[in-house]
């Protein structure tokens, strides 16, 4: 996994984590509104339905990046296969031209 995309996902953990702090904390105060400053450019008031999105969509692009990051190694495997097969057939049609 290259540096970007670690920083990526380390960061959208980042942000699950806090949202759903902020969530655990509005529930065990019973507020319905929390003033947010850390994570936007401009400071919101988020309901909990706003936090609840936020965590999900978070949780999507994460789940999209580990996707990205497993299909690269499902296509590098491909390759490798395909390569293998090839020096194998090679070497087998080499060994069948030899021995006749």
Aim: net charge positive; no cysteine.
């Amino acid at each position: 996994m290259n540096k970007k995309r670690r920083l990526k996902i380390k960061n959208l953990e980042k942000r699950i984590e806090h949202f759903k702090t902020i969530y655990q904390i509005m529930n065990s105060n019973n507020q319905k509104y929390h003033l947010e400053k850390e994570w936007f450019d401009d400071v919101i008031l988020l309901s909990k339905k706003d936090i609840e999105n936020e965590i999900n969509k978070l949780y999507l692009e994460l789940f999209e990046v580990l996707k990205k990051e497993k299909e690269i190694k499902y296509e590098i495997l491909a390759i490798v296969l395909s390569v293998i097969i090839s020096i194998v057939t090679s070497i087998m049609v080499s060994y069948l031209l030899t021995n006749k």
